[in-house]
């Protein structure tokens, strides 16, 4: 097996795939299963603090209708690692995070309900309920 091919990251949100690449005379051939009950994904890591200058922000959505859904193929089509909802119909996206700057906060900052879903919290005032994706 090739460099390529060991060091090769695929990712794909949905919940089965059939994979098949050309790698330069070798070929992966297979299943890749993600981002589906069962596999850990996507991973809630918490409230945490955010600004105008953004915790993360590779790409952002507000809509009326916000859920956790909504946000994680949102976020999941520009292929980001990470999801934050905010403030009840908040979507922001992107591939890093920097706790230093925006620590952890306490889970009762995270108490607005998504406006789609009020089973489901979109973060709070300035503060992220974040996931990762993948």
Request: contains cysteine.
């Amino acid at each position: 097996m090739n460099d390529l091919v060991s060091t090769a990251v695929v990712c794909l949100i949905v919940s089965a795939v059939h994979v098949t690449a050309d790698l330069g005379g070798s070929s992966l051939l297979g299943y890749i299963k993600v981002y589906s009950p069962g596999t850990g994904f996507p991973k809630y890591m918490g409230c945490y603090l955010d600004d105008s200058s953004r915790m993360i922000g590779a790409g952002w959505l507000e809509e009326e209708a916000m859920t956790h859904g909504m946000c994680f193929k949102l976020c999941s089509r520009g292929r980001h690692k990470y999801a934050g909802l905010q403030g009840y119909t908040h979507c922001l996206c992107g591939d890093s995070v920097n706790i230093v700057r925006y620590p952890k906060k306490p889970e009762s900052d995270c108490n607005q309900p998504c406006k789609g879903n009020t089973s489901e919290i979109c973060g709070g005032d300035w503060r992220n309920s974040l996931y990762r994706l993948f």
